[in-house]
């Protein structure tokens, strides 16, 4: 018993320790976001929220976040009205397809960022596709992105509910193939969905690169402001990573309690 | 004519042929049991006839009308799974009442006909579950209610009970028999399990390599099998070689021979005798390897008092009931 509670305490010390690790920079951030200022000391020498008040009252961040919403939201919305048929489709009809799809999904992350920018600007910066400079590139951009997020969560979710046989006993009971689907299948679909559009929103909410090498200051997104000041106060920029985090959060917090109601 | 009639169904899949020129007939009311290994074909002459699966060429007749060409939707045809396919989204009433809901059958004569059904299968109480929230022969005791609220003109049951443990089998094949026979509705039920077939069925197909290799009563399958597969499938049969057999009865015999373990009786004078090799308690039978002229023999005893027991290496004499003999090709 007594190695027991031994490794057990242990095991929590390093779950702890690493919990802490992880939390300190963003602690560090938290209290710079709140002290009037801290230079050569050890601790701030006054909390205050002004620079919350600065930050939420400056119009050009607040368009930076409704930006790099928009173009979140964008391009969830396209994946998942693409990528829901598109798996069912995979799933049901064409089982074989899945391992194609498998090595399709991986391309995004094959390529790095910089190297495939280049080649968007190439293909969208003229032409009849001149996308270069608006957020329907970022749009397009980051369905890709999305894409294996999306495809593996909801292709697990696929194999643990029997798809088949469900599309099968509904079709038998009357149900068209557009009825069992929405009926059957894809209510059974919502936890798969919203862990990855969960994961895949707080990704391209933090995207930098893309954003700033596509689109840059003409459509500025949340991390293009940051990036853009960055030779101004510290405190500001600290109240917007706590700002964006806490965002996230709150999101995370609030899509569990959803998914959780029902069931 | 018969209530449904299958008619030289051919079925190919990637070029091999699944089964050909299957052709049975089934009477109204009967319940029909397709036995026989797997990939055998069974189950995909059960999809094909409930038309999830297309077939390449036949008929399928049911009550004198070709349901071939229609959807499964249109064939009014119910069907219960292996892996029971209850909708995880809704409780046991939603369950129970989508087929209605699909027929857009009114609110309150749903819910009467889902509470019938559901009384039916002695699930009652548990219409607002969720079936997470139930065991394994409470889901197809479900999905069997919701298969039966649409009221279909045929059942179709692909091994319901394979998932379930061995009470809970034996305690449903009865509810799912007694059902049948109440409501008089004509069902096919698919099983590799011999001992399901023999207790369930009305009449057996016994089917192997995509061809039905004999179709009768369980007595008839269980004591007369027509051929060598159908003897090594249905019970324990002694199944020996023409030499073993012509050694064995002391007379040339051409083909192989069948010989059930309970046709051979020990003791008391038989006009064989035989060294009992081993022996195997199976509880209310003690399955006995008997050595006979060079020949091993399985012979069951039932089990009636540990007095009787031989021990292995005793010689025993053996008596064969010479009707229980069978040549078979």
Redesign the interface.
Known sequence: MRADGHSNLYHRMVVYLLFMIMLLPLAGTLLYSLATSWSASLLPSGLTLKWYVALWSEPRFLAAFGQSLLVCVGALLLSVVLILPLLFVVHYHFPKLDALMNVLILLPFAVPPVVSSVGLLQLYGSGPMAMVGTPWILIGCYFTIALPFMYRAITNNLQA??LR??M?????????TW?AAF??VL??L?KGLMVALLLSFSFLFGEFVFANLLVGTRYETLQVYLNNMRNSSGHFNSALVISYFAFVLVLTWVANRLNKDK? | MSFVSVQQLHKRYAGTPVFENIDCQIERGEFVTLLGPSGCGKSTLLRCIAGLTPVDSGRILLDGQDIVPLSPQKRGIGMVFQSYALFPNMTVEQNVAFGLRMQKVKADESLARVREVLDLVELGSFAGRYPHQLSGGQCQRVALARSLVTRPRLLLLDEPLSALDARIRKHLREQIRAIQRELGLTTIFVTHDQEEALTMSDRIFLMNQGRIVQSGDAETLYTAPVDLFAAGFIGNYNLLDPDSASRLLQRPVANRLAIRPESITLGLNGELDGEVRSHSLLGNVIRYRVRVRDVELVVDVLNRSSADLHADGQRVSLSIDPTALREVA
Do not use: E, K
């Open positions: 509910i029997n046989d469900l099968d006993a509904a079709q038998l009971l009357g149900a068209s009825q009926l059957v209510p059974n919502r069931t």
